[in-house]
């Protein structure tokens, strides 16, 4: 169990990340939209949960950069996303082909690498998702990320203000991870960041929504963590689409040499 002196300092660290901020320049008022200002921690809650409720399922081409100590670069590819923990990425190489592709059910773990025609499978761990990514995380969490729509660690926040440089509505949970923060626009109620501390931290932020689903799915996701950053960016996002049921399910391809991943 977590020190109650470590807990207020997580909850502190989380709560003036930006509280020195440029000051002296005029800015538009801040702007709660038709509801006014909220002061239920609740009402937010409830808009956070019928936006999840809603979220099932994306499919995008998409922009891929990464960087971390092994080294960086950018691709592009296509992505599809589904609830809970289904994920499927073709990274392409610089000439529009298929270079590596991740394919997960969330039970069933596979990746295929072109370039050394090895197809790799196991369990969708966090350590087997940094074989790819400089991220290490769980891949519901992933696939929450790359919604926008990040879980609260509790269903009870333990602090809640607003955050008039963030311009958000900003919750504080704590878990037995850690304790985490999550950023709502004032005025749409969107998440626009969620940052978690402790012993698996990272930050992700989400921007540019889009308007046509009515959901304001972010067409760009920037996840930082200690051991690298990972930006996602959707071009021309299909929210709710019809998939192949079998989208998901990982295939070798014809061919391929197989190895197995192991647990971590």
Known sequence: ???????????????????????????????????????????????????????????????????????????????????????????????????????????????????????????????????????????????????????PLSSVPARFFVDRELRSYALLFEGAGGAQRIDLDTETLAPVRVRVEGSDPYEARFRDPESGSGLRLPTRVDIEAPTGRVSVTYLSPEVNPALPPDLFVPVAPLGAKRLELSGK
């Open 1 to 151: 169990m977590r020190a109650p002196l470590a807990r207020l300092a997580l909850a502190v660290s989380l709560g003036i990340g930006l509280a020195f901020g440029l000051g002296g320049c005029p800015r538009r008022p801040l702007s709660f939209g038709p509801r006014g200002e909220i002061t239920d921690p609740e009402e937010l809650l409830a808009a956070l949960r019928a936006r999840s409720t809603n979220l099932l399922r994306l499919q995008a081409e998409a922009s891929f950069s990464g960087k971390s100590d092994r080294g960086s670069g950018s691709t592009r590819g296509l992505i599809a996303a589904a609830r809970p923990a289904s994920l499927k990425l073709e990274l392409d190489d610089f000439f529009g082909n298929p270079a590596a592709i991740l394919t997960t059910n969330g039970t069933l773990l596979g990746i295929y690498t072109a370039q050394n025609g090895i197809y790799a499978e196991g369990p969708p761990s966090p350590e087997n998702l940094a074989r790819l990514f400089p991220i290490a995380l769980p891949f519901s969490e992933v696939v929450d990320l790359l919604f926008g729509d990040p879980r």
